[in-house]
């Protein structure tokens, strides 16, 4: 009897406790939810499925197969794989697994991978809904050894509500209705503590001040807006692609929008804009602060890189020394003095 009682005091307990997220787990659901949402209207897997999946299988974005090669699923190379490959340790030494030049290419392949496996066909005939019938059902054809695998992936659609995700792609849910995952321990719409570049951006909304460099800087989770144009803090190892499907924004307007080329994920966390920045800034002149480069200015202040340069007769490749104004209203009145030619 009162190991019954024990037993029913450690279950309420347990029902209290708040769900296991990660603070990892919840940047992940948020960079790739909406790549989920499209791979299921195209293929009928669901979005919390996939997401599962990926959250398990990557560890959030951090395991070293995922960084190694953008394989968020650990799908290995098999017979009928003609792409890049990466060897890993796994259930023996160095086995071959798939490489990706995206993180949505991974996606893609592993929606493909399911459609034209023969032993998963029967899971097409389930319900997108039914999110533990396709959990159970993975483990059955054997998507992975581990005996736990259905219970792993029901507990992650149940912690970080993904399940709202397959709703949303079948049309069920209104996508305005998310409730968008928050940073755990923080209330609702609280900010992001991030360790961003040196960066002093005026910010429209209630952002906490941006210290010194070197000295951690404070965004809120989500959307922004610095200069009157939105903007998110992305972490490095995030891919571009993954930030343009979520906002559906086309690639190369992403890349324009932030004055960069050719570039998939980012090596470190910085700004990204969502809107084109502006010609002027909101402030008169920005000062310039140690291993500051005029790129880290343009997107601390939401200022095009091109009309910058152009107030402060300067060139890209050069770096002014700490302490100059960097104007941002209207033409300098002299060249800011240089640290270095790059």
């Given at each position: 009897m009162k190991g019954m009682v024990i037993g029913i005091v450690l279950l309420s307990v347990m029902q209290r406790l708040p769900a296991q997220i990660s603070a990892a787990g919840v940047l992940y659901v948020n960079?790739?939810?909406?790549?989920?949402?499209?791979?299921?209207?195209?293929?009928?897997?669901?979005?919390?499925?996939?997401?599962?999946?990926?959250?398990?299988?990557?560890?959030?974005?951090?395991?070293?197969?995922?960084?190694?090669?953008?394989?968020?699923?650990?799908?290995?190379?098999?017979?009928?794989?003609?792409?890049?490959?990466?060897?890993?340790?796994?259930?023996?030494?160095?086995?071959?697994?798939?490489?990706?030049?995206?993180?949505?290419?991974?996606?893609?392949?592993?929606?493909?991978f399911l459609l034209h496996g023969a032993r998963y066909a029967f899971l097409f005939n389930l319900d997108p809904s039914d999110y533990q019938g396709w959990a159970y059902g993975l483990k059955k054809a054997g998507y992975a050894t581990n005996i736990r695998y259905s219970q792993i992936l029901i507990k992650l659609i149940r912690d970080y509500n993904l399940q709202q995700y397959t709703l949303i792609a079948l049309g069920k849910m209104r996508p305005e209705d998310e409730v968008v995952l928050n940073i755990p321990g923080a209330p609702l719409g609280a900010p992001v503590v991030v360790t961003p570049p040196a960066v002093a951006p005026a910010v429209d909304s209630a952002v906490a001040a941006v210290q010194q460099t070197g000295v951690e800087a404070t965004y809120p989770a989500g959307e922004f807006t610095i200069n009157k144009t939105k903007v998110i803090f992305v972490k490095a190892g995030v891919s571009l692609l993954a930030i343009a499907n979520q906002y559906d924004i086309p690639l190369p307007r992403l890349l324009e929008f932030n004055d960069m080329q050719e570039e998939d994920v980012l090596v470190k966390g910085q700004l990204i804009f969502l809107q084109r920045k502006r010609r002027t800034g909101a402030n008169e002149y920005h000062v310039m602060r140690e291993g500051e480069s005029l790129y880290d200015?343009?997107?601390?202040?939401?200022i095009r890189m091109e009309d910058m340069l152009e107030m402060n007769q300067l060139a890209p490749d050069q770096r002014p020394a700490p302490g100059e104004r960097i104007y941002l209203q209207g033409s300098a009145p002299s060249r800011p003095r240089l640290l270095t030619n790059l």
């Open positions: 960079t790739y939810k909406s790549l989920a949402i499209s791979e299921e209207q195209r293929s009928g897997i669901p979005a919390a499925i996939i997401l599962a999946q990926g959250l398990h299988e990557s560890q959030a974005g951090t395991s070293e197969l995922c960084k190694a090669s953008n394989n968020h699923f650990g799908i290995k190379c098999r017979d009928d794989w003609k792409g890049p490959v990466v060897h890993h340790d796994d259930d023996a030494r160095q086995e071959c697994f798939r490489s990706y030049a995206t993180a949505a290419d991974s996606y893609r392949d592993h929606t493909e200015v343009s997107q601390a202040e939401g």
